[in-house]
């Protein structure tokens, strides 16, 4: 199989690139910083609760692999597409096993903030 038909790379003109203009990196790209909470705050919403679920109140684990229900996830009170903000006072520990019944509508989040939030059984 031949190429020749195809114009070599050499052969178009380059487009200068300003020295000044930044450089956008993939990771900066995809603005994790804007969607995800960042490592310092989960420390403090571990410490705040206990390392336990705000939900059903199992000790709940970072590093777990062998039961991974008991994992510890981070849960938004007024979800980020409603407006809600990556801080402390809108942030709950819970438990992988509680926070997928919450995004299932199994649970319902009632409260607008981390100091007064409960959580029911949706009948």
Do not use: W
Request: glycine content about 4%; aromatic content about 4%; proline content about 4%.
């Amino acid at each position: 199989m031949s190429f020749d038909h195809l114009p070599a790379l050499t052969d178009r003109p380059r487009m200068a690139i300003p020295k000044d203009r930044p450089r956008i990196l993939l990771k900066a790209a995809k603005d994790a910083d804007a969607k995800t909470v960042a490592d310092a705050m989960v420390k403090t919403i571990r410490k705040r609760d206990k390392n336990r679920c705000r939900c059903c109140g199992v000790f709940v684990h970072f590093d777990s692999i062998v039961l991974p229900l008991k994992q510890g996830q981070v849960h938004h009170i007024i979800y980020r597409s409603k407006g809600g903000a990556n801080d402390s006072n809108n942030l709950v520990l819970v438990c992988a096993k509680c926070h997928a019944k919450i995004h299932a509508h199994e649970i319902e989040v009632v409260g607008t903030s981390a100091k007064d939030v409960q959580f029911r059984k949706v009948a």
